[in-house]
Each structure stands twice: as C-alpha cells, then as structure tokens.
C-alpha cells in the first residue's frame, strides 16, 4: 500500500509544482481528471479480479467498443428504453467473459491466448454491427442523407454532473464498481477463493475450492465491468465508435501493476488499483494541462509503469 | 543373490568419489560417503527414501558442485560444474524426471546442446543418419522427426539412454528407471544394460526392487541416513543383511521408551469407518501401468493404519486417488461406514468427511502467500460462509482455537504463512484439515522436513485424533514412525498390497523387504525391533 501511494503522491506534487498558472488548485481539473480516469478505473476493477485469479483479460477494449456500440444502436437509433438497453449491455459483456473464462476454465486455454481470442472477436462483432460506421446522433438515410436524432436522456445522465457541478456521475459509477469489487474480494467466499486459486492453485483445488467455477465468474464479472465502462463511454463520447477502447486493455493492467497486484496472481487488492488508476489518470491530466504532446506523455507513462514496479518488487524483497 | 562374476577389481576404477559430504541448508544429506564405479559393472545403490542415493549421483552428474570430498576419473582428480561438464566427462544421468524437450523431434533432443554443425548451420541430414544409428543400437525403430511427447514413456527413456550413448557415455547413472515402466519395457532395459556393460560401461542403478537388484547388480552399495553402511560384492549380500543394512538404524533416544495407545477395540457389529475393495488408480499415459492396482483396505474408527511403500509403490496416489485429486482416473468401491460412496472431486471427499495432508506443503498443501487465518479456514470455507459473505470474527475464532490447540508459533494470525518455519506450515496444514472436521484422515508424510520437536508434537496429535475416533491412513518413509504409530501396517509394491503386519509380528525388516517386493524374510533380529 505504501509504495503505490508515494507513487501517487509525487504525481501530485508534480502536480503541485507545474501548476499550468494555478490550473493545477481548480475543483474543475480535478473533476476532469477523475472523469477521464472512470472509464479505465472501472476496466482496471474488473482486471484486478482476474489477475488476483492468476489470469488476465486482453479482450476488454474490444468489449467496451462492442457494448458501446450496442448501447448507441439502441438508445439513439432504436429509441429503446435504458430498462431494456443497460440489462441487455450488461448480459453482452457477461457473455464475452463468460465465453473466455469458460474457454480459460474447462478449454484448459491459456488466458492470454483465450481473451486475445475474444479481443479480436468482440472488436470484430462491433464493426459487423455497425456497419463499421460510428453509431451517433446522425442516421443515415438509404438515400444516402443524414436525420438528425436528439441525444437520448440515458446518455445525458451518465454523462451529467452532481453536487453543485463539482462531480461527474461517471466518477461515482467508477467508485461503485470499486466498491462491489472490494466488497467481492474482501467479503465475499469468492474473493478467498480467488486469492488462493492465484497463489496455489494445486492447493486451492486439493482444499475442495472449485477452480473453475470460481475462475469463469471472475471472467464473467470482468466483462461486467466492461460493459458499465462502454455504456459510459459511449455516453461520454454522445456515439458508438466501433474504434473505440483499443488499448484500454493495456491501459487498465498497467492501473493494476502499478498498484503493486502481482500479475503471478494471489497478491494485491482493490485499494492498490484505485491508486494506480489514479496515478495513470492524474499524470496525464497534469502533462495535458502543461501542454506536454502526447508522444511525450506516453513516454513518461511508461517509465512510470516501469518505477513503481521496480518499488514493488524492491519491497518484497 | 545368484553368485555371478565379480568384476575385476584389479582394474582401476572409472570413477572414485571419495569422503563425499553434503548439506542442504545446515541439514547433512551426506556425511563422509566413498563410492567407486569400475569398468563393465553394476553398482546398485540401495537405501530407504532420504538415505541419500539421489543427492550422491547428482553430485556425480554435475548437478551440485557445492560439496566436499574428492571425485577422480580415471585417476585424475575433477570437480564438475555442471551436467554439461559431467556429459564430457564421460558420466551421463538419467533422472527420475526425463531432461527431454516434449515438444521437439527425437533428432532434436538427441543432438541438444551438441549438435552437428559446419560453420554454425545445423548438418540435418547427418543428425538425422546417427539418430537413427544410435537408436538402432537399442533395437528403437521410431520417425526420428516425431515429436517426442507422441511416443510412449519406456520410448523416451529409450531416447534418454540413447543420447548418453551419444554422448559417450561411460558411466550411466539411472535413478529408478523402471518406475513407470511395463514389464515388456523393462526387459527391454535390462537387455541394454547387459549390453552396456560387455562394452566395458559402469551402471550406478538406483532400485527400490529386490528383484531387480538380483537381477542386475554385480556390487551394492548401501546408504543409510546420509552415510555409507557398507559395500559389498552382490554375491555375497544375501537379501536378509541388505535389508538389515538399510533398516539397521537402533531405536534410540525418546521414542524407545514411548508409551503406546491401547490397541482400538472395534464395535463387533459396527462397519468399518473406511473400506476399499479393488480400488485402481489408471495411469494418465495411454496403457501405462496403473499406479494402484486393485487395492483392498478397510480402516476401523480410531484406528491408525500405516502404509510402508517406497518410491513409486503407489502409496500417495492410493491416498490422493481415495480424495477424488484423480478425478475419474480413481475407479473402484469405497465405503465409509458400510455405505457406498462416490468421491470424484476433492469437493466430493470434504463432503463425506475425509481429509487428505498432501507430501508437499508447499506445492500442493498451502497457499503459501495467504494468511495463516486464510489457510486455516480454506478448506471449511463454504461452511464459515453462509450465503457466501465471509465472517471476519468467525474466521478469527476458527484460527484462534486452531493456533492454541496445535501450540502454532507466528508472528500473527495474519501473516503469510511463508513467513512461518516447516513445522509451523505443518501445523496449518494440519489445521486446515482439522477444521473440516475429518471422520477420515489421510496422512502423507506428515513429519517431512519438520524439526524433532515440532514431530514429537504431531506424533501426540496422531494419537489425539485417534482416541477422537478419527480413522487415519499413514504413510511415512521412517520406519521407526511407522512402527510407533501404527495400529496396523500395510506394505505396498508396484500398486500392490503386499503383505500386512499387525502390532505383534510387525518387524521393520520383513516390512522392507514386503515393500521391496520380495516373500517374507525372517529378521535376523527378532527380538529387537518388534513393536512393543
């Protein structure tokens, strides 16, 4: 916990020192910076559970533009309802983990190989149903026209602000998952289960623990997650962009590492995640407020991805 | 042992190791060992599980270099780094575990490490002209390009052997090559070796069979904790005083004096707690001999039994097959108080109240970066969790009752268990176990790698659960253990139950020689090492 902390701690007073002319002190840029850190903070709970589990899940991405697209088709195009639309989001990205981790579970399928699979699939399935056309306001017409659809409500909720502006709801969905998450590894049998399946996984199986089921359910709540975070993006971004996510995969592991979860499994926690989400997203919005170009940002995220991991194993030794 | 030529001792020895002494973290393996190996002989090495054998022939093979005394071939005076070195050296071991790549040709694994080559590029069609010369030698007639996980087991030990004699091999050093093999298949191998030995080869052969050791050896060597207990001209050991030699150690010390439980006395109408009729264990490999063969054994309430078997007797897979870690593969009757019961899963055999503390702790017994709480209660999980939501509190008790009752020493409850010593992780485990509240206990090796101290504690805790009306299944590899704990003793060789022992003609050497294989040997000492 220490270590993950000071990591996010310097990244704040980096933040503190370059200030971009007291943009740093502003309850906006820091309402910013959570809410362009919920759509990763939200795919890095999901993470945190399969990589505790000994696994990993690449398929994320592809799941958040696939959902994402899914939720614009229905929301914009179809009109439907957010009762029907949300339940029925949610049961596509439980089907995608479903599908890996049963692969992972009973196929015996290595979960690298299993989720790159599904990566490729879901990104895949987004462009067969979106005609590889981004899903938006705009439909376009066989004439080849465009009508002109208002923003559905749903959209606009997830994408609103409370407490007298000062928060993005996306950034309380965030907390939630990482709450259900915690509560799920630090309350629940399953959780146990799944510390141990990563830390021995012979062990956990020879102590009457059952490996598979316990492993498909933590693929399955990963694609859960992804879900919540593609229905935030495509809230966020007002379309379905079958492009969208690519990365976030990546994006959302290095939240976790840098954490300090070990991705040997049996190791790490959701607190750890929360810092390391933070810690990617806080860095990226004080390069952005500096005016840094991206090419350099990406640079200095991945030495920090490499020093905080070096701290964490410096830690054990 | 059927009298046969010695070999000429008046030939210098291909290899004499010399006061070979050996510690593995301030435990002496070896202490003062002196072994030779001369030209067209086989030298077997015989001893219990832990006497040493293994750790010997892996200093011969380069496997460990951090050891004292001398080791000369022919005469000169070496000291090898690595089995690399060994290999040029002439000396070439086939381990229990096979060194083969699984996934590479039978051409590649034999030219690995030492391929043919011009200017750096591999010479295939030249590999592929000696492979198959090579293996012709041993009568192997296989696609050299196949991979080498396709074929059977006895044909990649072949594989094994053929590349040490690519690698021109004079001393072979096998280490219980028979163990997964069929009888066709270890004809085939004693072929071999009497072949290797007319070209003037030395074999070191290590055996848990007496039958073999008729068979084969023209000198034994016998190491007992650590040391050697003599060497001998195979002519002149028969089977009672080889026996003796490995067994020989004096009961001494606190356990001669131990006071010993009452004999159970069983309810004359009541069922026994845990019956096996022709219980099997197949073999995962496609027609390989079944790891257990049609086992029947019954177990009263509060009775200890204990299951003497030697390396690959089957003993461990008889007890993991019995809790379900075989799944499918375990097929036969078990009966737990007379009633039939299914047992295919690890879930299945918690369910009906059995328990298995596995040989390994480590590997297979604890999860070692959990808390000592978190391993405590793992295997009673589902029962410390109703509707699934852990009880922090509950859980707390649970270990705590646990650490009292075992006298546990760590640093807390929530430490990580790997930061406890073996007899403490012991001590979880068998917490773990106890938790689930057992009416069988399947015990293996229950005292491996615990201090004396930390032993003596789980010896009274045996007895304790006994008097409970646990039903225990034991196996150790000390015989004096075996001896003071059980009520009653079985012996098993190659999957088999050989012969049973009760308390009053239960002698460590007709046990040794039942898991050795061999019809029952009258003790030469009667007397002195009946249990009480």
């Known amino acids: 916990m220490g270590r993950a902390l000071l990591a996010l701690l310097l990244v704040l007073l980096l933040g503190v020192i370059f200030n971009a002319e007291g943009a740093f002190f502003k309850i906006g840029t820091h309402r910013d910076a959570l809410r362009q850190a919920s759509v990763n903070g939200i795919l890095a709970c999901g993470m945190t559970l399969v990589i505790i589990s000994g696994g990993i899940d690449l398929s994320v991405g592809s799941v958040v533009a696939l959902v994402a697209v899914c939720f614009a088709l229905m929301s914009i195009h179809w009109g439907w309802s957010p009762l029907l639309a949300v339940p029925l989001c949610l049961l596509i990205g439980a089907a995608c983990g479903g599908a890996s981790g049963m692969l992972v579970a009973w196929g015996r399928l290595q979960p690298f190989i299993a989720t790159l699979a599904m990566m490729v699939f879901a990104r895949g399935l987004a462009k067969t149903i979106s005609g590889g056309m981004k899903v938006s306001t705009a439909i376009p017409n066989p004439d080849g026209t465009y009508q002109y659809v208002g923003v559905p409500s749903i959209f606009r909720f997830i994408d609103s602000r409370i407490l007298g502006d000062n928060l993005s709801l996306v950034t309380v969905i965030f907390l939630i998952c990482a709450a259900i998450a915690w509560l799920a590894l630090s309350r629940h049998r399953w959780g146990r289960e799944l510390y141990a399946i990563g830390g021995n996984e012979e062990a956990a199986r020879l102590s009457g623990v059952p490996v598979p089921i316990a492993k498909l359910k933590a693929y399955i709540a990963c694609g859960l997650f992804a879900a919540v975070a593609g229905m935030c993006q495509a809230a966020q971004e007002q379309q379905g962009d079958p492009e969208a996510g690519i990365g976030y995969e990546l994006t959302a592991i290095a939240a976790v590492v840098i954490g300090g979860t070990s991705l040997m499994g049996g190791r790490g926690g959701v607190g750890l995640t929360l810092l390391g989400v933070l810690t990617i997203g806080y860095l990226d919005k004080i390069l952005s407020i500096n005016a840094v170009p991206e090419a350099s940002r990406l640079m200095l995220t991945g030495i920090v991805i490499v020093v905080a991991t070096l701290a964490q194993r410096g830690r054990r030794g | ?532």
């Not at chain 2, 380069?62 to 022919?74: C, L, N, P, Q, W």
């Not at chain 2, 070195?85 to 060194?99: D, F, N, R």
């Not at chain 2, 068979?215 to 089977?239: C, F, H, K, M, W």
């Not at chain 2, 101290?453 to 010896?459: G, Q």
């Open chain 2, 1 to 532: 042992m059927p009298n046969r030529a010695i070999p000429a001792e008046s030939k210098p020895p291909l290899v004499r190791m010399v006061g070979i002494s050996k510690r593995f973290g301030g435990v002496p393996a070896l202490q003062e060992v002196s072994f030779e190996i001369y030209p067209g002989e086989v030298h077997v090495l015989a001893g219990e599980n832990g006497a040493g054998k293994s750790t010997l022939v892996k200093i011969l093979a380069g496997v460990y270099s951090d050891y004292e005394g001398t080791i000369e071939i022919e005469g000169k005076p070496v000291r090898f780094h690595s089995p690399l070195e060994a290999a040029a050296q002439g000396i070439v071991a086939i381990h229990q575990e096979l060194s083969l790549v699984p996934s590479m040709s039978v051409v590649d694994n034999l030219f690995l490490g030492t391929p043919l080559t011009s200017a750096g590029f591999v010479r295939q069609r030249d590999q592929r002209v000696r492979a198959k010369a090579l293996l012709d030698q041993l009568g192997v007639e296989i696609d050299v390009d196949r991979a080498v996980e396709e074929l059977p087991l006895a044909t990649q030990q072949l594989i094994e052997i053929a590349k040490a004699l690519g690698q021109k091999a004079r001393v072979l050093i096998m280490d219980e090559p028979t163990s997964a093999l069929s009888a066709p298949e270890v004809e085939r191998l004693f072929r071999l070796i009497a072949d290797l030995k007319a070209r003037g080869c030395g074999v070191v052969y290590i055996t848990h069979r007496l039958e073999e050791i008729e068979r084969l050896a023209d000198r034994i060597t016998v190491l007992r904790d650590g040391r050697r207990v003599q060497t001998a001209p195979a002519s002149e050991v028969s089977t009672q005083m080889l026996i003796h030699w490995m067994v020989g150690r004096e009961l001494e010390g606190w356990w001669a004096g131990e006071s010993r439980r009452a004999q159970p006395v069983r309810a004359a109408s009541a069922p026994p707690r845990l019956q096996l009729e022709n219980f099997t264990v197949l073999s995962r490999r496609h027609g390989g001999r079944p790891p257990v063969d049609s086992v029947s054994l019954s177990v009263e309430a509060g009775e200890i039994v204990g299951i003497a078997g030697l390396q690959g007797s089957g003993a461990s897979e008889l007890l993991m097959g019995l809790f379900g870690g075989y799944g499918r593969l375990a097929r036969g009757t078990i009966r737990l108080n007379g009633k039939p019961v299914t047992i295919h899963s690890p879930q299945q055999a918690i369910a009906n109240g059995i328990a298995l503390l596995t040989n390994d702790r480590k590997a297979t017994g604890l999860v070692l970066s959990l808390s000592v709480m978190a391993n405590i209660t793992l295997a009673d999980l589902k029962r410390l969790t109703p509707f699934g939501w852990r009880r922090p509190r509950l859980e707390r008790e649970v270990a705590t009752y646990w650490a009292n009752r075992l006298r546990l020493q760590a640093p807390s409850l929530d430490a990580p268990v790997d930061t406890l010593s073996g007899g403490n992780q012991q001590k979880v485990a068998l917490a773990k176990w106890l938790q689930t509240r057992p009416q069988v206990l399947l015990l293996d090796e229950p005292t491996r790698g615990v201090d004396v101290a930390a032993k003596r504690e789980i010896y009274e805790l045996i007895y304790r659960w006994a008097d409970e009306g646990i039903a225990i299944l034991l196996i150790t590899s000390e015989m004096p253990e075996l001896l003071m704990l059980s009520d009653r003793i079985v012996a098993m060789h190659r999957g088999r139950i050989t012969a049973e022992f009760t308390r009053a003609n239960a002698s460590a050497d007709a046990i040794l020689a039942a898991a050795m294989g061999s019809s029952v040997v009258s003790s030469p000492h009667p007397a002195q090492e009946r249990m009480p």
